[in-house]
C-alpha cells in the first residue's frame, strides 16, 4: 500500500495544454518529491519540496514545472504548456535523507 | 551535474543462476539505496547503507558499500523468476534533498 496517492492515474492532454498532477500523502510528512520517468528509462529527480517550499530542483524543472501544497494536503506539480517530451510517469514521493516511498504514478501521455 | 551509472544495462539470466549489479556515483556519498521498480510498477526501497565498506544481506540479497563511498553492488543469489524487474541505486546530493538515480538494470529471469 502505497504511503502517498496520485491523482489521476492517467491523463491525456493535447500538446500546449496545462496539467496538474496531484499527490495526497497518507500520513503527514514534510518532505516531498517529483520525479519523472520516460518510458524505459530511469527515474529522474524533478524537485523536492519541504516546508511548503521548494527545496531542491534539477536542472529539468524550468519554468514550464511548479509545485505548491495549496491546501496544506494535496501537493501539486503543474506544467505549463505541456509539450510532447513531457510524455511520461510522474511519480510522487515522501522522504528525506531516508527511503522514499513512491506513489503509482500518473501516466502523462502528451498528443 | 551528478553521475550515477550503473552496469549492466539488461541482465538474463536462467532460473537460478546469481546477478550481480553495479553502481558509481562521480562523487562521495552519504549513503546509497537500492529500489526494484517491477513492470508497470513504482519504484520499491529495498535497503539504505550508510557506512563505507558496509554489507546487508536479506535473504538471497547482499548489498555492498564501497570503500570510498563512490560505488555499490547488488547481488542475488540463486535468481527466482519473482526477481524479475529492474534494480537502481540512488543517492542523495546537496543538502539531501535531491536524490539521483542509477540507470537501472534491467534483470530477466527465465523459469
Known amino acids: 500500500e502505497p504511503e502517498v496517492t496520485q491523482t489521476p492515474s492517467h491523463q491525456v492532454t493535447q500538446m500546449g495544454q496545462e496539467v496538474i498532477l496531484r499527490c495526497v500523502p497518507i500520513?503527514?510528512?514534510?518532505?516531498f518529491y517529483w520525479y519523472r520517468q520516460i518510458l524505459g528509462q530511469k527515474v529522474e529527480f524533478l524537485v523536492s519540496f519541504y516546508n511548503n517550499e521548494i527545496s531542491e530542483k534539477s536542472e529539468i524543472f524550468d519554468d514550464q514545472f511548479s509545485v505548491e501544497r495549496p491546501d496544506g494536503s494535496n501537493f501539486t506539480l503543474k506544467i505549463r504548456s505541456t509539450k510532447l517530451e513531457d510524455s511520461a510517469m510522474y511519480f510522487c514521493?515522501?522522504?528525506?535523507?531516508?527511503?522514499?516511498?513512491f506513489g503509482d504514478g500518473t501516466r502523462l501521455s502528451i498528443l | 551535474g551528478q553521475q550515477v551509472m550503473q552496469i549492466p544495462q539488461y541482465q538474463h539470466v536462467q532460473e537460478g543462476e546469481d546477478f550481480t549489479t553495479y553502481c558509481n556515483s562521480s562523487t562521495t556519498l552519504s549513503n546509497i539505496q537500492w529500489y526494484k521498480q517491477r513492470p508497470g510498477g513504482h519504484p520499491v526501497f529495498l535497503i539504505q547503507l550508510v557506512k563505507s565498506g558496509e554489507v546487508k544481506k536479506q535473504k538471497r540479497l547482499t548489498f555492498q558499500f564501497g570503500e570510498a563511498k563512490k560505488n555499490s553492488s547488488l547481488h542475488i543469489t540463486a535468481t527466482q523468476t519473482t526477481d524479475v524487474g529492474t534494480y537502481f541505486c540512488?543517492?542523495?546530493?546537496?543538502?539531501?534533498?535531491?536524490?539521483?538515480f542509477g540507470s537501472g538494470t534491467k534483470l530477466n529471469v527465465k523459469p
Open positions: 540512488a543517492g542523495p546530493y546537496g543538502n539531501f534533498n535531491k536524490f539521483y
Open positions: 514521493a515522501r522522504g528525506s535523507n531516508q527511503p522514499q516511498h
Open positions: 500520513s503527514n510528512h514534510l518532505y
